[in-house]
């Protein structure tokens, strides 16, 4: 099937906001009263801190094609030409913008699009695609196959999965496409919108309690109308915070008509909201979106914490990546040998990087038990080969189990003469 073929008997993936006439999911209003699209919840700080950690600690992660020997693996040196220039014809789109646009896509609306034109056999040219611009369907051989539209929901290509790579964040069993976070969790973001939302207008309107003003006989609309906005031009707004109110005619404030922050709960909301978000939707440690909360940060290391972020959060990313543009690779030409094959992959080793001392350590036990060479150390650590760094070494007091080992003595002092000095 050819990138713009059509294709046969269509069998389509229902979804519930995605029509022919109303392509462009808006989003149901949530209980909060606030709508809950991915440009929306891009608004609340949580998200956007969650997504921007998220998307570029993939994005700046080191990138390799590793080509696997049996249990030997080889960096391939003459790497693809898509890992560092995705799309020629766009000198600003860098493999760093395009994966950390796929990161974003995922994150988001639980599924990526890169379009190939070309085919995974000839990756010259990748495409991320807008997720809602892209349907799914399947033809009577149940094979997929991909429906792209424009800006106005109309049709500009439908291509086969040669063309096409497609990652997904959940997926349900027999799904076509994956879970939206923003979908799942809209709840719990509309109500942290809503508090933000609050917080503004709270402060915008500069005072801490609901007010009203009690004028002894009887007031007609327009009157009133005059009051409301004397008052409000007065006493409202941030820059009028704490001025003396002056009152004349028996006229008196009536206060304790609102409610407190401490009432509302708003300050635990905002703090519940950090915690649902980044921990329970994403997978990032709270004290990541800087949460002061007792137990978001432990006293455990910087290495041990980095390990949590990079086990929940960031390897099953990587992962959902990986296996994708897996198909773009293959084995070297050069490399005969049976059972080879090649796989791309992030090195997410700096994630969990220790401090100096402990990484110098780490090595020198390493390099002292024999399993790695003084240059496998230096690599590690952006330092150049150095003459003699590619063997092996093992302390000399120690062989083989089996084998007699050479046993070092101390030299016994000879006894001396009787009367000897």
Not at 334 to 342: D, E, F, L, M
Not at 346 to 351: K, M, P, Q, R, T
Not at 369 to 398: H, N, T, V
């Amino acid at each position: 099937m050819g990138i713009f073929a059509p294709v046969a008997a269509p069998i389509e993936e229902k979804r519930d906001w995605l029509t022919d006439d109303d392509w462009m999911w808006e989003g149901p209003r949530t209980a909060s009263g606030v709508r809950v699209t991915r440009e929306s919840a891009m608004r609340l700080s949580t998200v956007w801190g969650c997504v921007r950690l998220l998307s570029n600690t993939i994005a700046t992660a080191p990138t390799d094609v590793i080509v696997r020997i049996g249990p030997a693996r080889f960096p391939e040196f003459e790497k693809p030409s898509w890992l560092s220039n995705p799309y020629p014809a766009d000198p600003s789109m860098t493999w760093t913008e395009h994966i950390a646009q796929v990161a974003t896509s995922l994150l988001l609306d639980g599924n990526f699009f890169t379009f190939v034109p070309n085919s995974v056999f000839d990756p010259s040219v990748l495409m991320v695609l807008d997720p809602r611009k892209v349907e799914i369907k399947r033809h009577s051989s149940m094979v997929p196959y991909y429906v792209i539209r424009n800006d106005q929901g109309q049709v500009i290509a439908e291509v086969d999965v040669m063309h096409m790579l497609h990652g997904t964040w959940l997926r349900m069993p027999g799904s076509m496409r994956g879970i939206s976070p923003i979908d799942a969790a809209r709840q719990g973001i509309g109500a942290g919108l809503a508090t933000e939302d609050f917080a503004a207008r709270f402060f915008g309107q500069g005072t801490a309690l609901s007010f009203g003003v009690e004028v002894p006989g009887h007031l007609d609309e327009e009157q009133k109308d005059k009051l409301r906005e004397s008052m409000k031009k007065n006493y409202a707004s941030s820059k009028n915070s704490h001025s003396v109110g002056v009152l004349t005619d028996g006229a008196k404030f009536v206060t304790g008509l609102g409610i407190t922050n401490e009432q509302a709960q708003f300050l635990e909301a905002r703090r519940f909201t950090v915690e649902d978000i980044a921990g329970r939707i994403f997978g990032i440690p709270p004290h990541k979106m800087g949460s002061q909360e007792p137990g978001a940060s432990s006293y455990n290391s910087v290495e041990i914490r980095n390990l949590d972020y990079r086990q929940d959060a960031v390897l099953p990313l990587s992962r959902r990546i990986e296996d994708p543009y897996n198909r773009l690779v293959e084995v070297p030409s050069g490399v005969n040998a049976p059972g080879a094959s090649a796989q791309f992959m992030f090195n997410l080793d700096g994630i969990a990087r220790a401090d100096l001392k402990t990484r110098y350590e780490a090595y020198g036990i390493g390099i002292e038990k024999g399993f790695l060479k003084p240059r496998d150390a230096r690599e590690k650590e952006d330092l150049p080969p150095a003459d003699g760094d590619d063997k092996l070494y093992m302390q000399a007091q120690m062989g083989p189990l089996g084998e007699r080992a050479v046993v070092v003595t101390r030299p016994v002092r000879p006894a001396l003469p009787a009367g000897g000095a």
